[in-house]
């Protein structure tokens, strides 16, 4: 079984603080994925890594992917009340696509 | 729409009923994935259709659970004897199904077993 563990699993932090998420697993994964979701919604997907090394960048949110492609990161600059959400980090592998979600971290931003 | 279409958003049952829950996916994706989610959890993956044959069903917790997709679009998750561990919200996930792209997601069927 490929577990993703994320941690923290709960962050509430003051808008405009920094924060970074992490996704870990012994797997080695073909590519990574970060979803965020609200609440009554399904997941939606903010980005994909595929490199072991890669960086990527989405405004304020800054994702990478281990250099062994076993885990990943995300860092968030200057929160806002709109970030609040759950983010789900997801290990894509297999010739036929499986995709596994992480554990999930709920964040809340307080105004 | 052109999203993904799940049925019913809500389904409240009795502890030994049969339950079916659908999935409309996005027109022209081949891939259709069935999770479970509880709250504040992240997405359990239960099966993997690629057209019409589950190519992993491998997250089905046990024979209770069956899902289909006869013709390679819609598919139904069956749940038999439903059971009080059972209640979740069931997500539904479609893909182009080209490489490991973008999973759309509908906006699930909560399940509650009383």
């Known amino acids: 079984t490929q577990l993703l563990e994320q941690s923290p699993q709960f962050l509430s932090i003051q808008e405009g603080e920094n924060l970074t998420v992490y996704c870990n697993s012994s797997?080695?994964?073909?590519?990574l994925q970060w979803y965020r979701q609200e609440p009554g919604e399904g997941p939606v997907l903010l980005v994909t890594?595929?490199?072991?090394?890669e960086v990527k960048k989405l405004k304020r949110l800054t994702f990478q992917f281990g250099d062994a492609r076993k885990d990943s990161s995300l860092h968030i600059t200057a929160a806002q009340p709109g970030d609040t959400g759950l983010y789900l980090c997801?290990?894509?592998?297999?010739?036929?696509?499986?995709?596994?979600f992480g554990t999930g971290t709920k964040l809340q931003v307080i105004p | 729409g052109a999203g993904v279409s799940q049925t019913p958003s809500n389904k409240v049952t009795e502890k030994g009923k049969y339950v079916e829950l659908r999935c409309d996916p996005i027109?022209?994706?081949?891939?259709l994935y069935w999770y479970r989610q509880s709250l504040g959890q992240g997405p359990e993956f239960l099966i993997y259709?690629?057209?019409?044959?589950?190519?992993?069903d491998s997250g089905l917790p046990n024979d209770r659970f069956f899902a289909v997709r006869p013709e390679g679009s819609v598919s139904t998750l069956k749940i038999q004897r439903t059971e009080r561990g059972d209640s979740a919200v069931y997500l539904c996930?479609?893909?182009?199904?080209?490489?490991?792209?973008?999973?759309?997601f509908g906006e699930g069927s909560r399940l509650t077993v009383l």
């Open positions: 996930a479609s893909s182009v199904g080209v490489d490991t792209g973008e999973l759309f």
């Open positions: 797997s080695v994964f073909s590519s």
């Open positions: 997801a290990g894509c592998s297999g010739g036929y696509q499986k995709v596994t």
């Open positions: 890594v595929v490199t072991g090394g």
């Open positions: 027109s022209g994706h081949t891939a």
């Open positions: 259709f690629q057209g019409t044959g589950a190519a992993d």
